[in-house]
Nanobody
């Protein structure tokens, strides 16, 4: 059974940083591209960042480009999202998933709240 568990969220002031982690189990992690997604309060879930199977290619939403960095450690079955220069509009529940995302693999997410 595939499981994705996000962690690392919290409350931070604008301009601060957080590092999110997503631990995967139940599948050969290194075969798959991974993504981070977020759902702001009252809005639809949206794409944040993507990384290919070996970390050689990344892609970002325009809203986070230059501030967020996605990375992965295939030996640890973990994907990361380093978030710098956080803004109040980054407040959301953050999820990881395979890319393209699989409906059955959505986890609980981790809450990120950025205060102004």
């Amino acid at each position: 059974q595939v499981q994705l568990v996000e962690s690392g969220g919290g409350l931070v002031q604008a301009g601060g940083s957080l590092r999110l982690s997503c631990a995967a189990s139940g599948r050969t992690f290194s075969y798959y591209a991974m993504g981070w997604f977020r759902q702001p309060p009252g809005k639809e879930r949206e794409f944040v960042a993507r990384i290919n199977w070996n970390g050689g290619t990344t892609r970002y939403a325009d809203s986070v480009k230059g501030r967020f960095t996605i990375s992965r450690d295939n030996a640890k079955n973990t994907v990361y999202l380093q978030m710098n220069s956080l803004k109040p509009e980054d407040t959301a529940v953050y999820y990881c998933n395979f890319d393209p995302p699989e409906r059955r693999c959505w986890g609980q997410g981790t809450q990120v709240t950025v205060s102004s």
